[in-house]
């Protein structure tokens, strides 16, 4: 088993349903490091959950939060971090990434993303009324910047989440 100290933070990047929460605390376990979820740190901050706080607050205070969280938790501790989908997007979070961690892609293609999502009611940008064509347009304006991590590990139907984490050690 590795249980070496992390020298930097592995950081989960990629689209909503790639399975950046469940491979992340498999990942987590397997290296016997903290598991930090940005989506849960700016719930537990707000007590609100995520559509709660987009409802109240808007998408730019939401994405304030998120950098904020995802500094906080880069800065202080190493572990695996799962980030929301468009953390990654912002250029700020970019950058801390690269300085305090590694950012691994979880790379999913639209229709498993989609097999994994049409069915909650979680994500605010999917709560539209064509929920499939805005997880389309987000993939194709996410997809060259998710293309720029450290590593990608691709996710496939079928492989189980400890095999997904596996990869991502191996990666
Ligand atoms: C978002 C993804 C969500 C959450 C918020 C916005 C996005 O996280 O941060 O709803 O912009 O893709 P998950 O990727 O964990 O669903």
Redesign the pocket.
Known sequence: AMQARLKKTVVLVG???AG??AVGKALAAALHAPFLDS?AEIEKAANMT?PEI?ARDGEPF?RLK?RQVISRLLENERGVL?T????YMAPENREIISKKGVAVWLNADLDLLWSRVRHKDT???LRVPDPLGALTK?YNERVPVYATADLTVVSQPGLSIDAMASRVIEA
């Open positions: 689209m909503m349903g950046k929460t989506d995520i987009f939401f998120e799962s929301g989908g468009g953390a994500r605010p940008l987000l």
